[in-house]
Nanobody, 123 residues
């Protein structure tokens, strides 16, 4: 089994920064894509960013490109999302997830999910 635990969410003013963490355990992730998604109230879950766990290639939604950075630690047990220049529209519950294949931009490609962490950006 895979366990994912997010942390680092909170309340921040517009223009501020937050760094989310996702601690991963349970099995090796060398061949997976890991991603961040977010879901705002009344909206569908939305792709934010993804990274290939071994190769380090990263992908971003247009809405966060240039502001957010996805990365992992050298031991590849923790996934990060550095969020800069935050906007009120970034307010959502952010979840990390592990993909088992498929379109990494779609939630259906992800088999394991964390519980999520709330990010609130005030104007």
């Amino acid at each position: 089994q895979v366990q994912l635990v997010e942390s680092g969410g909170g309340l921040v003013q517009a223009g501020g920064s937050l760094r989310l963490s996702c601690a991963a355990s349970g099995r090796a992730f060398s061949y997976y894509v890991m991603g961040w998604f977010r879901q705002a109230p009344g909206k569908e879950r939305e792709f934010v960013a993804a990274i290939t766990w071994s190769g380090g290639s990263s992908f971003y939604a247009d809405s966060v490109k240039g502001r957010f950075t996805i990365s992992s630690d050298n031991a590849k047990t923790t996934l990060y999302l550095q969020m800069n220049s935050l906007k009120p529209e970034d307010t959502a519950v952010y979840s990390c997830a592990v993909s088992i294949g498929g379109n990494y931009r779609h939630p259906r490609a992800y088999a394991y999910w964390g519980q999520g962490t709330q990010v609130t950006v005030s104007s």
